[in-house]
């Protein structure tokens, strides 16, 4: 009697990675942005069943010197990335042995390079909140344009998302403030995401300033929030605006002038006019001596009808927040309506400042 044979079956193979068909830890797959975190996008052609495997693979994949390795093929990587095509292009390869291309990668990336082969492979990705900075920085390097249009979205409706009006179990579920930060200075980033994020920041100065990543915004950043209209609270402006240049060791005398001359000084106190006016650094600076001036004749003159005409312009006018209300509309698009509330501004700095 013949004796039967068992099955053979390979043993599982073992990730060094995240299972990128899945979504983040503790992620339900049936959720949606306004659910949870994460969300999936999928686009039509795909080799999924080749991501990641042997079979006909014709180059490896080496991530930051063994980190990970991936079986990977020219032909898919070609198609989906003009990037990954030149790199393959220029690869030296030997008889009898398969090329080996190699990554050198930040840690935040590396942590998704699963995610972006995987996409690469099957047109699908789960975006969080936690990764999708980094993955957009790798679909904007290697030119993979599907992915990095998908990721620019979720970005924005997360922006939005961080927008200072909303609850707090919406803000937790937005971008942090050092997130919000990095893609508003960050040169790589498109520059419609860094308008969104620098319009958030504006709405979130406050919380900005107390952040670490306060003393690390570029200066154009700096100075555009001082300028900005949002940015409420006059003494605030002052005191970080100072703080940063402190802290950043500013020597520049342009940069400091384009700060301190976007101060408001006339919605200041009499007391903190008067300490600046005596202060020796303030008054290397012509243009900003000649506000504060300004600035106390607005204390002196305010109330005499006859003085109504002599105080116009910007440095008079207290800045204001605007609410952002966002409406859901279809899964891919979010619109955004501003109200204008400067009576309650004018409310609130009058009664900080009395100007009386």
């Given at each position: 009697m013949a004796k039967r044979l068992k099955r053979y079956?390979?043993?599982?193979?073992?990730?060094q990675y995240p299972d990128p068909s899945k979504p983040p830890l503790g992620d339900d797959e049936q959720a949606s942005l306004s659910?949870?975190?994460?969300?999936?996008?999928?686009?039509?052609?795909s080799f999924e069943s080749l991501f990641d495997n042997e079979s006909l693979s014709d180059v490896i994949l080496n991530l930051n010197d063994g980190h990970s390795i991936f079986h990977a093929h020219k032909m898919i990587l070609s198609?989906?990335?003009?990037?990954?095509?030149?790199?393959?292009?220029?690869?030296?390869?030997?008889?009898?042995?398969?090329?080996?291309?190699?990554?050198?990668?930040?840690?935040?990336?590396?942590?998704?390079?699963?995610?972006?082969?995987?996409?690469?492979?099957s047109g699908a990705v789960w975006l969080?909140?936690?990764?999708?900075?980094?993955?957009?920085?790798?679909?904007?390097?290697?030119?993979?344009?599907?992915?990095?249009?998908h990721c620019e979205s979720y970005i924005q409706q997360l922006l939005i998302t961080t927008s200072f009006n909303v609850s707090d179990v919406q803000m937790a579920k937005g971008f942090s403030i050092e997130a919000i930060s990095e893609l508003c200075d960050n040169p790589v980033h498109p520059e419609e995401v860094k308008k969104i994020a620098?319009?958030?920041?504006?709405?979130?100065?406050?919380?900005?300033?107390?952040?670490?990543?306060?003393?690390?915004?570029?200066?154009?950043?700096?100075?555009?929030?001082?300028?900005?209209?949002?940015?409420?609270?006059?003494?605030?402006?002052?005191?970080?605006?100072?703080?940063?240049?402190?802290?950043?060791?500013?020597?520049?005398?342009?940069?400091?002038?384009?700060?301190?001359?976007?101060?408001?000084?006339?919605?200041?106190?009499?007391?903190?006019?008067?300490?600046?006016?005596?202060?020796?650094?303030?008054?290397?600076?012509?243009?900003?001596?000649?506000?504060?001036?300004?600035?106390?004749?607005?204390?002196?003159?305010?109330?005499?009808?006859?003085?109504?005409?002599?105080?116009?312009?910007?440095?008079?006018?207290?800045?204001?927040r605007f609410v952002t209300h966002v409406t859901s509309v279809p899964p891919t698009s979010t619109t955004v309506t501003m109200t204008n509330y400067k009576n309650e501004g004018q409310t609130k700095i009058n009664e900080q400042f009395p100007l009386s």
């Open positions: 079956s390979a043993p599982p193979m073992l990730r659910d949870g975190c994460s969300k999936k996008v999928k686009t039509s052609q198609m989906k990335s003009e990037v990954l095509a030149s790199m393959l292009n220029k690869l030296v390869t030997e008889p009898g042995t398969k090329p080996t291309l190699n990554f050198q990668e930040s840690l935040d990336c590396t942590s998704v390079f699963s995610r972006f082969l995987y996409f690469i492979y969080h909140r936690d990764y999708v900075i980094p993955l957009y920085k790798l679909a904007n390097k290697y030119s993979v344009r599907p992915l990095a249009s620098f319009r958030v920041l504006c709405t979130r100065f406050r919380e900005l300033t107390k952040s670490a990543c306060w003393t690390s915004c570029c200066w154009e950043t700096v100075r555009d929030l001082i300028r900005d209209n949002e940015c409420e609270d006059e003494n605030l402006v002052l005191m970080a605006a100072t703080d940063w240049m402190k802290k950043n060791k500013i020597s520049d005398k342009k940069q400091i002038e384009a700060i301190l001359s976007n101060i408001r000084y006339p919605l200041l106190n009499r007391r903190v006019l008067y300490q600046l006016q005596k202060n020796y650094a303030f008054k290397k600076f012509p243009q900003v001596q000649d506000q504060l001036l300004e600035a106390m004749k607005f204390h002196c003159f305010k109330e005499l009808p006859e003085a109504k005409d002599d105080f116009h312009g910007i440095q008079y006018m207290t800045r204001h």
